[in-house]
């Protein structure tokens, strides 16, 4: 089946940010704890899927500032963790495109595209850059965050097409890859740093260490 349009994650697939692991590191030399950084970095990741994968909605300034307490009393701190989550958004808002992005968009021009990121409004209201895509779904604007079919069903409307006939590009192997696979679409996973797959994720159609052999693909069909 060839490959009519293409849709694509934001955050580590079009766009990057510092490492969201200076958010711990925070947290641990703010408070002067004892624990391991990366012993935080899980909790934190864990209570975010949990978060974003509950009902109702709530979008990710209202879920930081639940799971960012919550982390901070699991190590005994009582502290506001509006300065947290404040870190968070200034993280997550200074973001610049990989360098083979634009040349990436170029090259599949006459090919539908579109964005589908776990982003609130600020996210994007942050960006200084323009990009050649039909539309942007963001979370907040959809009320669901990927994984959910939701996501890629809203998408899939965007550009009238059956799930077959869409190739996902992400970089997430749960929020991308699981959740296009299980919505239908063929994936191609960014993998820039070449993590294995955890447990549970099908293998994507395509894997690539980033967006340079996008075209060809979808060229190819």
Request: proline residues 5%; without cysteine; aromatic residues 6%.
């Given at each position: 089946m060839r490959i009519e349009?293409?849709?694509?994650?934001?955050?580590?697939?079009?766009?990057?940010?510092e490492s969201l692991r200076a958010i711990p590191e925070r947290i641990v030399a703010d408070h002067g704890l004892a624990a391991d950084v990366d012993e935080i970095w899980r909790r934190w990741s864990d209570l975010y899927f949990e978060a974003t994968q509950a009902t109702p909605f709530r979008t990710l300034r209202e879920i930081e500032c639940d799971i960012l307490g919550r982390v901070l009393?699991?190590?005994?701190?009582?502290?506001?963790?509006?300065?947290?989550?404040?870190?968070?958004?200034?993280v997550t808002t200074r973001v610049e495109l990989y360098p083979e992005v634009p040349a990436t968009l170029a090259a599949l021009d006459g090919v539908p595209s579109g964005i589908v990121s776990n982003a609130d409004h600020e996210h994007r209201a942050a960006w200084t850059f323009a990009l050649p895509v039909r539309f942007i779904l963001l979370s907040e604007t959809i009320r669901a965050y990927k994984p959910s079919p939701m996501v890629f069903a809203?998408?899939?409307g965007?550009?009238?097409l059956r799930p077959d006939q869409v190739l996902h590009v992400g970089d997430s192997?749960?929020?991308?890859?699981?959740?296009?696979?299980?919505?239908?679409?063929?994936?191609a996973w960014v993998n820039r740093d070449g993590r294995a797959r955890r447990a549970g994720v099908p293998a994507p159609d395509f894997e690539i260490p980033?967006?340079?052999?996008?075209?060809?693909?979808v060229r190819a069909g």
């Open positions: 349009a293409v849709t694509l994650d934001a955050y580590g697939t079009l766009v990057r940010n009393r699991a190590y005994g701190v009582d502290a506001d963790p509006a300065p947290h989550v404040e870190h968070f958004f200034a809203h998408a899939l965007e550009l009238g192997d749960v929020d991308d890859v699981k959740g296009a696979r299980e919505a239908g679409l063929r994936v980033d967006l340079g052999p996008l075209a060809d693909i």
